[in-house]
């Protein structure tokens, strides 16, 4: 079965800051890659879903911004944080059912300052 | 569009208790597929049941009983004899077989001795 891990696990950063959030995933190969967002009382928000290296897609507008440099690496940006970007980040992998099913990394929680 | 709605944000019961949690969903597929997944306070979601929208059969594992009901757009989640363990945050969700899912906001279970 799949493994995805994320690090940092949490941090820290002040307003204007950059960002960088990393997720590699292990046991699979060529798998559709996603980053949710974690907010209070808001359930899980898609931000960017990739179906290979270098194709990005966006699902909302905001700060932050997704690279996909390896088929089984997906970095979350930003150049300058804001605090709205505050949240708990999760990545997550396309189970090989194609059915939908998703395999999630443990997350990286961002406070903002 | 799709929508998952979980109305319970927070529900407290006490262990041996059974307590179930509503998903409602919305979308025009004709076929597509639901999920519940856990997530503990460690963070991670892990995958509980996925259910395609062509079978009602409701499903049980263990402690666990899912209802699925096409007529009403609903796929509720039984907990038979509530334990600690099974303390977490629940998310239903939606999607389309290889696509992104849509999430509910969770329902927040708290089961006390």
């Known amino acids: 079965s799949q493994t995805i891990h994320q690090w940092p696990a949490t941090l820290v950063q002040p307003v204007g800051s950059p960002l960088s959030l990393e997720c590699t995933v292990e046991?699979?190969?060529?798998?559709?890659l996603y980053w949710y967002r974690q907010a209070a009382g808001r359930g899980l928000q898609l931000l960017f879903y990739s179906v290979g290296i270098g194709q990005i897609s966006s699902e909302v507008p905001q700060n932050l911004s997704a690279s996909r440099p390896q088929d089984r690496q997906f970095i979350l940006s930003s150049k300058k944080l804001l605090l709205s970007d505050s949240g708990f980040y999760l990545c997550?992998?396309?189970?090989?059912?194609?059915?939908?099913?998703?395999?999630f990394g443990e997350g990286s929680r961002l406070t903002v300052l | 569009a799709q929508k998952v709605t979980q109305a319970q944000t927070e529900i407290s019961v006490v262990e041996k208790e059974d307590v179930t949690l509503d998903c409602v969903y919305e979308?025009?597929?004709?076929?597509?597929?639901l999920f519940w997944y856990k997530q503990p306070p460690s963070g991670e979601l892990v995958f509980l049941i996925r259910r395609n929208s062509f079978d009602e059969q409701n499903e049980i594992s263990g402690r666990y009983s899912w209802n699925f009901q096409k007529s009403t757009s609903s796929f509720n989640f039984t907990i038979t004899a509530s334990q600690v363990v099974d303390s977490a945050v629940y998310f239903c969700?939606?999607?389309?077989?290889?696509?992104?899912?849509?999430f509910g906001t969770g329902t927040q279970l708290k089961v006390e001795l």
């Open positions: 997550a992998s396309q189970g090989q059912l194609n059915t939908g099913e998703l395999f």
């Open positions: 046991g699979t190969s060529n798998p559709n």
């Open positions: 979308t025009r597929d004709t076929t597509y597929y």
């Open positions: 969700a939606l999607g389309r077989g290889g696509n992104k899912l849509t």
